[in-house]
């Protein structure tokens, strides 16, 4: 891997991912590709702007002749696509972009690579492809059972992986994430929601009961896995990447209030998600079968992400200002409180 092709870079878990390649390696070159929509923000980019081996295209993954002249121009040998419409509550509220970004833009991405020879495609996908868990912990080799357009979506892009690793001999790999958590994370997520709620005195929306179990893995351990699979993975596989523990909801909550010292009575109940998942968990041995193993735990994950939105409130509260921000947060919200309707 020489010259890699990050799609959707300047997102969370993208621009991390950028940040540590850059970080570690000094023979390679970053080509961000980022349409820039309301979660891209080139501000996470800030750290790594003056690097000479990064550089910065905005471009839509779905407009195949803009990639084509990226690739040809970077000589790119290795795409890892982080560009997708993520959030699920979005996606209940408008399914057709998720299916145009996270299934047409990967079916575009794919034939770049088959055009252009490339040594590895990595997909970064979601364990919510595998829809809920009650029991036991999802394998790679497990059936998909989408229960939101966004994880309906996802699946269809991972789907599409592997036939063109079957059709074609696409070297394709398709890494599986749980709940990522850190620096840089949108604030429509669940945590840097409640961290930056919490900072601001505002209640802190809790869907239905708080029982809901996730499995929340700090972003870096997350993009040291996709490198160890894009290094040592098989082409044509699946690796789910998690901490391999679960959180409740409820619990998550509670970590945030007492580590910024702030009361219980910010929690506010509403009324539950559209066809929430309640459980999702992961076996990560097959990943942890190349080498990688995630370095925090829960405790330490949670904490380090509220030191960063504490020390960076700049970042997010200029996010939190933005009218489509503000518009999406009451479209979402108001009126779901079970008791009374702060929001």
């Not at 979660?39 to 002749?65: E, Q, R, S």
């Not at 996730?214 to 040592?232: A, E, N, P, S, T």
Request: with cysteine; net charge negative.
């Amino acid at each position: 891997m020489k010259n890699i092709l990050v799609t959707g870079g300047a997102g969370f878990i993208g621009s991390n991912f950028v940040h540590m390649m850059l970080d570690t390696y000094d023979d390679i070159e970053v080509i961000v590709y980022d349409k820039l929509t309301y979660a891209g923000n080139l501000d996470n980019l800030i750290p790594v702007a003056d690097n000479p081996h990064y550089t910065f295209y905005k471009g839509d993954i779905c407009h195949a002749n803009n990639v084509d002249e990226v690739m040809k121009k970077h000589k790119i040998d290795t795409i890892v696509n982080f560009a997708a419409e993520t959030h699920v509550d979005r996606s209940l509220m408008e399914p057709g972009g998720f299916i145009q970004t996270d299934v047409y833009g990967t079916y575009v991405l794919l034939e770049a690579a088959k055009k252009h020879g490339v040594e590895r495609m990595n997909q970064v996908s979601t364990d919510e492809v595998y829809g809920q868990v009650l029991e036991g912990r999802s394998k790679e080799n497990d059936r998909l059972h989408t229960r939101s357009p966004y994880s309906a979506s996802k699946a269809g892009g991972d789907l599409m992986c592997q036939a063109y690793y079957t059709s074609f001999n696409v070297p394709v790999t398709i890494t599986r994430g749980s709940n990522n958590i850190g620096q840089y994370q949108y604030p429509e997520k669940v945590v840097p929601l409640f961290i930056s709620n919490a900072l601001e005195d505002k209640p802190l929306p809790v869907y239905g009961d708080g029982l809901q179990m996730r499995d929340y893995q700090y972003v870096l351990d997350h993009c040291r896995g996709i490198d160890m699979v894009l290094r040592k993975g098989m082409h044509g596989e699946i690796y789910n990447i998690g901490s391999g523990m679960e959180t409740t909801n409820i619990v998550m909550t509670k970590a945030i209030l007492h580590l910024l010292n702030k009361p219980e009575s910010l929690i506010q109940y509403i009324t539950d998600r559209p066809g929430h998942d309640r459980r999702y968990a992961l076996d990560v041995s097959k990943a942890q079968a190349l080498g990688w193993k995630n370095e925090y735990d829960f405790e330490r994950a949670i904490a380090a992400t509220v030191k960063w939105y504490v020390e960076n409130q700049d970042w997010w509260r200029k996010v939190k200002e933005k009218k489509d921000y503000q518009e999406y947060y009451q479209r979402n919200y108001a009126g779901r409180d079970i008791k009374n309707d702060k929001i």
